[in-house]
T-cell receptor, first 120, second 118 residues
Framework: DTGVSQDPRHKITKRGQNVTFRCDPI?????LYWYRQTLGQGPEFLTY????????KSRLLSDRFSAERPKGSFSTLEIQRTEQGDSAMYLC??????????????????FGPGTRLTVL | KQEVTQIPAALSVPEGENLVLNCSFT??????LQWFRQDPGKGLTSLLL?????REQTSGRLNASLDKSSGRSTLYIAASQPGDSATYLC?????????????????FGQGTILTVHP
């Protein structure tokens, strides 16, 4: 297992364009998270999935943002009509959620390398 | 609303020193607390996870403690090395709501930038 991967690593776009990022979690991890990090700040939660279900969305996730995890494996995060304020590092993480009666799970979130978005 | 604060914002020490990074959180109803390391322009690497029922965790030269009642955690780094230079982030996960599945969100502090010089 090579860990969480994200693609692309860097994206430069012009204001108003749409962008899509992909995240491939650690295999068999049932939880997948998206965070956004701006310079000098800690990551801020955006949304997360358990399998294919999107369980929580932050108020940071405006109508221009949409995330999917159609088959419970990889996930995509799309930003429509990008704005300069969207420039940030977008981080994906995955975890194996604690399941009742089983001891082999962990709540540790494993992060990918991130996608650096620059909106000109 | 959970707020996480890390002190100091930046720390510069000579190689070999023992050091302590501090993290405080406002809502003690947490499920666990994680310490991460982040190198410039990179993702986060998990260092230690402390469950709410635990008081401390150790990994090599790292020791993290948790005092849930006072809303504090410390990360102790022994015999610091230049390779330890990075940003250290703490994050708390809220306690699951009874009967619900909506937990897992991490709330992060702003990080402590550590520089260990030779």
């Amino acid at each position: 297992d090579t860990g969480v991967s994200q693609d692309p690593r860097h994206k430069i776009t012009k204001r108003g364009q749409n962008v899509t990022f992909r995240c491939d979690p650690i295999s068999e991890h049932n939880r997948l998270y998206w965070y956004r990090q701006t310079l000098g700040q800690g990551p801020e939660f955006l949304t997360y999935f358990q399998n294919e279900a999107q369980l929580e969305k932050s108020r940071l996730l405006s109508d221009r943002f949409s995330a999917e995890r159609p088959k419970g494996s990889f996930s995509t995060l799309e930003i429509q009509r990008t704005e300069q304020g969207d420039s940030a590092m977008y981080l994906c993480a995955s975890s194996l959620v604690r399941l009742a009666g089983r001891t082999s799970s962990t709540d540790t979130q494993y992060f990918g390398p991130g996608t650096r978005l620059t909106v000109l | 609303k959970q707020e996480v604060t890390q002190i100091p914002a930046a720390l510069s020490v000579p190689e070999g020193e023992n050091l302590v990074l501090n993290c405080s959180f406002t809502d003690s109803a947490i499920y666990n607390l994680q310490w991460f390391r982040q190198d410039p322009g990179k993702g986060l690497t998990s260092l230690l996870l402390i469950q709410s029922s635990q008081r401390e965790q150790t990994s090599g030269r790292l020791n993290a403690s948790l005092d849930k009642s006072s809303g504090r955690s410390t990360l102790y780094i022994a015999a610091s090395q230049p390779g330890d230079s990075a940003t250290y982030l703490c994050a708390v996960m809220r306690r699951p709501v009874a009967g619900g599945t909506s937990y897992g969100k991490l709330t992060f502090g702003q990080g402590t930038i550590l520089t260990v010089h030779p």
